[in-house]
């Protein structure tokens, strides 16, 4: 689908709690290959995470989702973040 329908799609889904708590393990998402994967896999443990500077080695959204400021705060609400390390 284009990014165009894609912003469209994700607004649908935040409409309800309903649809966006269903989706998190869907792969809706385009990562920064282009394809699609979940927000988090099966587990809930995060799968996809938002571009950091200087770039990173974990999967992150396309730059074309984020650079829309409704998708980008979807994303954020679902709990996609940048990668940390753990401790």
């Known amino acids: 689908q284009s990014i165009k329908w894609l912003h ?3 607004k649908w889904i935040a409409e309800t709690k309903g649809r966006t708590e269903l ?3 869907k792969p809706i998402f385009l990562n920064q290959e282009g394809k699609a994967t979940a927000a ?3 587990k ?3 799968n996809l995470f938002l571009p950091v500077e200087g770039g990173s080695d974990y999967p ?3 730059e074309s989702l984020i650079s829309n ?3 980008l705060e979807f994303i ?3 709990g996609v973040g940048e990668p940390r390390l753990k401790k």
């Open 8 to 10: 469209s799609f994700y």
């Open 44 to 46: 809930k443990r995060p």
């Open 76 to 78: 954020k609400k679902l």
């Open 23 to 25: 989706i998190s393990t």
């Open 69 to 71: 400021e409704e998708t």
């Open 60 to 62: 992150t959204v396309n």
């Open 40 to 42: 988090f896999d099966e």
